[in-house]
């Protein structure tokens, strides 16, 4: 087990300190100003301490750190957002992120946001990210990666950037493997007439892939296997009913009610448990790539 030193910005909830503190890492600090989010780390993380708004970075005192990662806002990035980019103060979040990997100097960098990042203002954005952290030394490579294949019962596309400091093949060797690279065509999982379905292994939920693994069918519902309580969806009237947050908090990686925490004097209620759940880290997602550093640091 390797014990390595991080530094965690835009935190939100920490799903990265989830994701490795089971690892042995060291979370050296965060940065979040969500009043919600930042009363969970204090409640959930104590002892680390929480530098808050990213921008003031060089007043930060946290030591040397072997790892950086975040994922800045990603509204102005998403294709279902303002689509203003870097322009956007909380895009610009991205080049503060940079200025931060410059000055710290870590070893590796985990970035995080939508796939819209690729496409913004004409690719014109992602690039300057990638200049960006090229002229502060580090070699990166990224690739989109769906959470539903690490295990938790949801699609959720997210590209992930992952630098090394003076060298792209080792950030290259935890993103991709052997038989990644082989350029194999990807298997036919679907035929024409069936494009737009759900997979023959999951139920569409409002647009959300759960994977029947997860459910069983009881009279006019879904449900999670084993707990009547937890009802998917209603087809009473074509009704449809919210997931609780215990069960995002599933969807997501995260231990139960992880999120049940203390918040203004009382036990959080469900919107800001929700908003926080839909901003963070699939867990399992950053437990691999952690585990992917531990490989190459181990035979590099």
Known sequence: MTELRFLSVC????????????LGWQCVGVSETSSFASSLITQRWPGVPNFGDLRDFERWSHGPIDVLVGGPPCQSFSIVGTRTGMDDP???LARVFVALAGRARPRWLVFENVPGLLSVNGGRDFASLLRGLWDCGYGVAYRIFDAQYFGVAQRRTRVWLVGRLGSWERAAAVLFDFASMRGDPAPLRESRQDAGRAPHDCIDLGGEMISKALVSKKGSGYYFDGTAETLL??????????????????????????????????????GPRYRALGNAFPVPVVRWIGERIELVEAIT
């Not at 935190?11 to 089971?22: D, K, L, N, Q, R």
């Not at 969807?251 to 036990?267: E, I, W």
């Open 11 to 22: 935190s939100g909830i920490e799903g990265a300190s989830v994701a490795w503190h089971p």
């Open 90 to 92: 909380r895009g610009d």
């Open 233 to 270: 969806v209603s087809q009473v009237d074509n009704a449809v009913r919210r997931l609780t947050p215990r069960e995002c908090e599933r969807l997501q990686g995260f231990p139960d009610d992880y999120t049940l925490v203390q918040y203004r004097g009382k036990p959080a209620k469900d």
